[in-house]
């Protein structure tokens, strides 16, 4: 399977305080994208970073990328109660067409 | 922005009966649309990727007898579950390439859930 890991599996903070991700994929990669997911619902797209690129801010998100170790991280700083969701790194490998999700992280904060 | 729809939203049905899903791109033109399987608390599996106009490349492990897409047109594709079973409850998801889109541009549905009874 080329599905990613994504570490940790499950992240309890506090409002205010910041939260990281990590997801490690397998093979070369065109880009990584982050999605969020509420609980039972669609995905929501955050945040695209390319191969050729190292980070990326958006709001209160940044993702960084490490190609030669072949990983990602999501940090979101200052959290809050809404970004209580499942969070998942979605990779297109370079000889893909689809998105092959990463196994997610569930993050809870509390208020 | 691109919107992409699935018709049902939620869909209950009974074992051995079989449930068609939709997925459309309302206000873009889809080469390419993607069927993706989540079940409870894990992540979004593919299941299968269409192109308009030929068949469907299916994942590693998945039936394509059982699990029936159509990409009939830039704006459709329809998954149609043969003979449900209680296993093949889940959450299914479909997501659309524009024609002019980057690379990994895809959209995603909101999702239709199917239980099976």
């Known amino acids: 399977s080329q599905q990613g890991e994504e570490d940790p599996q499950a992240l309890s903070i506090q409002e205010g305080e910041n939260a990281t991700m990590n997801c490690s994929y397998k093979t070369s990669i065109n880009n990584l994208q982050w999605y969020r997911q509420n609980s039972g619902r669609g995905l929501v797209h955050l945040i695209l970073i390319r191969s050729n690129e190292r980070e990326k801010h958006s709001g209160r998100l940044r993702v960084t990328l490490d190609t030669s170790k072949k990983s990602s991280s999501l940090l979101i700083t200052a959290s809050r109660a809404a970004d209580t969701a499942s969070y998942f790194c979605?990779?297109?490998?370079?000889?893909?067409?689809?998105?092959?999700f990463g196994k997610g992280t569930t993050l809870s904060v509390s208020s | 922005g691109a919107v992409v729809s699935q018709h049902p939203s939620r869909v209950i049905c009974k074992s051995g009966t079989s449930v068609k899903i939709e997925c459309r791109s309302l206000d873009f033109q889809a080469t390419t649309m993607f069927w993706y399987r989540q079940f409870p608390k894990q992540s979004l599996m593919l299941m299968a990727t269409?192109?308009?106009?030929?068949?469907?490349?299916?994942e590693q492990g998945v039936e394509k007898d059982k699990f029936l897409i159509n990409h009939a047109s830039l704006t459709l594709s329809t998954l149609t579950v043969t003979s449900a079973h209680p296993e093949d409850s889940s959450f299914y998801i479909c997501?659309?390439?524009?024609?002019?889109?980057?690379?990994?541009?895809?959209?995603f549905g909101p999702g239709t859930r199917l239980t099976v009874l």
């Open positions: 997501s659309a390439s524009p024609r002019a889109g980057g690379p990994g541009e895809q959209f």
């Open positions: 979605a990779t297109l490998y370079q000889a893909g067409t689809a998105l092959i």
């Open positions: 269409s192109n308009e106009g030929s068949k469907a490349t299916y």
